[in-house]
């Protein structure tokens, strides 16, 4: 099924002449209602007309997270704060919080384009879908719910927390689908691992999974354990919420609604646009937002266009997923490392949790990566039985690290469930040498 056809599956000649339209409107919007960005384009001597198609988009100026930061709370925001009825907030994983205003018309586009999500994830109304998402100023909880009601199936907001509570409701009711991280969705298999309720006893089909990088071996891991699908959503606060791209039932990438959020990859250093199929930042510009409108804005998220056209018949643009964001990239005596890849190893072996740290310290003046992982239960009192056992997983543990990443990292095993849980967003970095 497919939510809307007209704009989910337009032939690309269409579509560009309707983002060319839409970016034109939207420069002169901002040009008239947000200094900051007149402010720019004079600057570049650039005019709103100068802007008439798509591919004019590259004469405009990118806007970062610091210029968010730099006008909080509501200095970029467009439309007058009589047409604001909502405001959220980024999860600050990175910093401080910004500030997004959003219109009725803005809270309208996003729940359409979450019923789109839904729906390409195969949810319709006979669905019971439970929002697990943090509710509040994270556009997680509501930006999934508005999506739910949309389309018609039933929402139960859940919201973080309150995990056992949460599964026998999900049992009890017959839940079908969950929106909800991929690290909560582990915490909750565990939760009901614990109370006994065996997935059998569930009727959950699909989990809508984003707010946080996550890996194959991590799809696997959680539909084993919950017995559903897992599909990617993707999202951001800056430029909406979840909902900004999604997955069909192809699993090939994630759809993204362009006809609304316009995508660019580029090269993080140079600035210079990348063609398609290369890894780069991915950038976004709204073409249609009231509240606060981006042009431009770099996400630090890290990820491909993919070329060629998706089975499923729709025909907007997809992105790989996410690999890490360019400010998670670490840099260890020279070499880059992203959290993901940790994670594909780490999960890639049967004797460890999905639960892990990176540690990197310097010291004397060289750089030290230590990866804590945590022991599955059955491994780890098979491991107690054995001497010369939990050395030799270490080592076999370093071994494949060390391939991957191409530097040594030390490894710590750690007893099952003394890793921190994480319920909504997890920190799996402890960066140590920023400190000094
Ligand atoms: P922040 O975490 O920057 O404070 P948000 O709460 O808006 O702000 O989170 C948006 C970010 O979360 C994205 O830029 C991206 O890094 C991450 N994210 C969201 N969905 C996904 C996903 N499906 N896969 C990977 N990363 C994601
Ligand atoms: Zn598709």
Redesign the pocket.
């Known amino acids: 099924m497919i939510w809307n056809r007209n704009k989910e599956c337009m032939s690309r000649d269409e579509m560009s002449a309707l983002q060319g339209k839409r970016l034109h409107k939207v420069v002169e919007y901002v040009y008239h209602n947000v200094p900051f960005y007149r402010d720019k384009m004079q600057q570049l001597g650039l005019i709103p007309d100068d802007i008439q198609t798509i591919e004019d988009i590259t004469k405009l100026p990118f806007t970062t997270?610091k210029d968010l930061r730099d006008n909080y709370p509501f200095g970029l925001q467009a439309a007058p704060q009589s047409e604001i009825v909502r405001i959220h907030a980024?999860?600050?994983?990175?910093?401080n919080?910004?500030i997004v205003g959003y219109t009725r018309k803005d809270i309208a586009i996003w729940s359409e384009c979450m019923s789109r999500c839904l729906t390409a994830y195969g949810v319709t109304r006979d669905d019971i879908f439970s929002v697990s998402y943090g509710y509040g100023l994270?556009?997680?909880g509501l930006g999934a719910h508005y999506g739910v009601e949309n389309m018609g199936a039933t929402v139960v907001p859940a919201s973080t927390g309150n995990t056992e509570k949460h599964a026998k409701l999900i049992r009890d009711l017959g839940i079908t689908g969950i929106a909800c991280t991929p690290s909560y969705a582990l915490y909750l298999a565990e939760t009901i691992d614990r109370m006994g309720i065996k997935k059998e006893d569930l009727k959950l089909k699909v989990g809508a999974?984003?707010?946080?990088?996550?890996t194959e071996n991590m799809r696997k891991e959680i539909q084993e354990r919950l017995g559903l699908k897992g599909y990617?959503?993707?999202?951001?606060?800056?430029v909406m919420?979840?909902c900004?791209?999604y997955e069909c039932k192809c699993q090939h990438g994630?759809h993204i609604c362009e006809d609304h959020f316009y995508p660019e990859i580029i090269n993080p250093v140079t600035l210079e646009p990348l063609p398609k199929g290369q890894t780069g930042e991915l950038v976004f510009t709204t073409l249609t937002k009231e509240g606060m409108p981006v042009l431009r804005y770099r996400?630090?998220?890290l990820c491909a266009l993919m070329e060629g056209e998706c089975e499923c018949g729709r025909t907007a643009v997809r992105m790989t997923?996410?690999k890490g964001?360019s400010d998670?990239m670490l840099i260890i005596r020279g070499i880059n490392v992203f959290p993901s890849q940790v994670e594909s190893v780490v999960l890639s072996m049967e004797e460890f949790a999905p639960r892990y740290m990176l540690i990197v310290d310097r010291v004397n003046n060289l750089d030290t990566l230590t990866v804590q992982v945590e022991i599955r239960q059955e491994y780890f009192e098979k491991a107690l039985d054995t001497i010369g056992e939990i050395d030799a997983l270490e080592k076999k543990l370093a071994r494949k690290l060390q391939n991957v990443l191409s530097i040594s990292a030390k490894v710590q095993l750690k007893e099952p469930n003394t890793i921190e849980r994480s319920q909504g967003?997890s920190a799996r970095v402890i960066d140590k040498r920023v400190l000094k």
């Open positions: 997270k980024s999860s600050g994983t990175t910093g919080a910004t994270f556009t997680g999974f984003g707010a946080e990088p996550w990617n959503l993707y999202g951001l606060s800056e919420g979840p900004v791209s994630s996400t630090r998220d997923s996410i964001r998670d967003k």
